[in-house]
């Protein structure tokens, strides 16, 4: 984390230090997802678990994660008091929801359940 940390920090304002670690360490689950996919894909499954363990390990460190259904429902909360309604407002309700619940979320998976819920 410590060897990570001041790469995402170059070239910009000094952030809260557990914002920074917890993004630092929803990116080391996001690759360490990415590889078991492709060990996976590869037959590797003596890598597999290598990873997976690890990942156990990180995610102990991160918050816990909203369920698929409360992240609907904070979706939902942000549309209406955004006055969202359609595509042209998935800017604004993804960035209010970063702003909210990033630490307790992985906006990749938020972004497709925003889209639907503005389509």
Known sequence: IEAR???SREGKAPDDDDALV???LQKMVKQRRESI??????GREELVQGEEAEVA?????LPA?????????AIEAIK???GAS?????????????ARHAASLDMSK???????ALS
């Open 22 to 24: 917890v993004e630092v």
């Open 5 to 7: 940390a001041p790469q």
């Open 110 to 116: 938020a972004s497709g359940l925003v889209k639907a």
């Open 37 to 42: 996919e492709m060990y996976r894909k590869g």
């Open 86 to 98: 359609g595509m042209k407002d998935m800017g604004r309700v993804m960035a209010e929801l970063k």
């Open 65 to 73: 994660q909203l369920s698929e259904d409360d992240t609907r429902a």
């Open 80 to 82: 209406a008091e955004l």
């Open 57 to 61: 390990v990180i995610e102990r460190f």
